[in-house]
């Protein structure tokens, strides 16, 4: 599943392609991709409409349109979103096409349909989509250790499942907790609660520093992100520990170790990060 930092290159990418264009036409060939409302009313409703810039918010994209009704979507495990010429090869599994007027298609693909679009109108609540109820972004100044002991800190589950609840901190995900554990040397079975203000203290500081770190590391231009159909576009040199089970840690030379935590495979080093504190 895409994380904030490969949200964050897909909004930096395709912002620009799209902004201040009319949608013409929408297509939609996979009902159960628009979440709400329903097809028929969500190719309706943007007919005509101009987009007005993207944004994004934890791991969802939301596009803005000058009538302040919004697009909002999630991509969940293998959603792909691209910009392309009319009479470009479609990718197999395209279930929404978007025609502007300067003759591209905002397309969206996903090999297993769990992606999710959202129309909301102008004033209309969210009540639909979730992103009412993520917590806050990694780069907040209220992202601090008392914010997270405060939120984590009476918790009995590992800390690395803590760091994926969307709800405490918007768009961490698999890779980037066990990016993030390594840098502040936690082990990720480690119970939130055994954390000490120092602890918490590091993580503050290393959640915005790894996120921002991953979302350069990630940048791409908009023609290699179209050769590569928008997929091929993390720089996996740059991780430390995540899928590099096996190897040598790159800081003291010990084999990197892998465990399950709560359903997620978890990759660190048992020396930098011992269980016990």
């Known amino acids: 599943m895409p994380e904030l930092p490969e949200v964050e290159t897909i909004k930096r990418v395709l912002e620009p392609q799209i902004q201040g264009l009319t949608i013409e036409k929408v297509t939609v060939r996979r009902p159960e991709v628009t979440a709400y409302p329903t097809s028929d009313e969500f190719c309706r409703l943007l007919a005509g409409q101009v987009i007005f810039h993207m944004t994004r918010r934890g791991k969802f994209l939301i596009i803005q349109l000058s009538s302040n009704d919004r697009i909002i979507l999630h991509l969940r495990m293998t959603g792909c979103l691209l910009v392309t010429p009319a009479d470009y090869p479609e990718e197999k599994h395209t279930h929404i096409i978007i025609s502007l007027n300067n003759g591209k298609e905002l397309r969206f693909s996903d090999t297993r349909r769990f992606g999710r679009f959202w129309l909301l109108q102008k004033g209309e609540a969210d009540t639909y989509s979730g992103v009412e109820k993520l917590g806050v972004e990694p780069f907040d100044k209220s992202l601090n250790a008392e914010y997270l002991s405060s939120r984590l800190g009476k918790r009995k589950k590992a800390v690395k499942e803590c760091l994926l609840d969307q709800s405490v901190i918007a768009g961490i995900g698999n890779i ?102």
Request: hydrophobic share 35%; charged share 25%.
């Open 176 to 277: 980037y907790s066990d990016e993030i554990l390594f840098t502040v040397g936690i082990h990720p079975a480690r119970p939130a609660g055994s954390l000490k203000i120092k602890e918490w203290e590091r993580l503050a500081a290393a959640i915005p520093e790894r996120i921002s770190y991953f979302i350069e590391a990630n940048r791409i231009t908009p023609e290699d992100y179209l050769k590569t159909r928008g997929r091929d576009y993390r720089n996996t040199p740059f991780l430390q520990v995540y899928g590099h089970e096996g190897k040598n840690c790159p800081v003291c030379g010990e084999i990197l170790s892998k465990m399950v935590i709560a359903g997620r495979s978890s990759v660190f080093c048992p020396r930098c990060q011992r269980e016990k504190a």
